[in-house]
């Protein structure tokens, strides 16, 4: 079965960097988009960004663009997500997650599969 694996997580201070990546087996990665989400107790999950089939294509949230980077190695089956410039407000758990289409909107569209979450905790 489809599985996906973050790891990366953990706590840093406000302005710094971390990298989330996640594994993926099970599924054809080469054929699926990627994408990566973020939940907090407070809030509904939300997207945070998605990169297609062949990496050409990356979209964001308003909310982390110009400071996360999406990118994907699929020789690895391993997308990742390059987190710079870190707030306080981007605490929260990292969901990794695929869909079979090249590029769907995935702030619209939803997943095909997740990951079991990684914990982003950033200090002030």
């Known amino acids: 079965q489809v599985q996906l694996v973050e790891s990366g997580g953990g706590l840093v201070q406000a302005g710094g960097s971390l990298r989330l990546s996640c594994a993926a087996s099970?599924?054809?990665?080469?054929?699926?988009?990627m994408g990566w989400f973020r939940q907090t107790p407070e809030k509904e999950r939300s997207f945070v960004a998605a990169i297609s089939w062949d990496a050409l294509i990356t979209y964001y949230s308003d909310s982390v663009k110009g400071r996360f980077t999406i990118s994907r190695d699929n020789a690895k089956n391993t997308v990742y997500l390059q987190m710079n410039s870190l707030k306080p407000e981007d605490t929260a758990v990292y969901f990794c997650a695929s869909h079979p289409g090249y590029a769907p909107k995935m702030d619209i569209i939803p997943p095909s599969h997740w990951g079991q979450g990684t914990q982003v905790t950033v200090s002030t």
């Open positions: 099970g599924l054809t990665f080469s054929t699926y988009a």
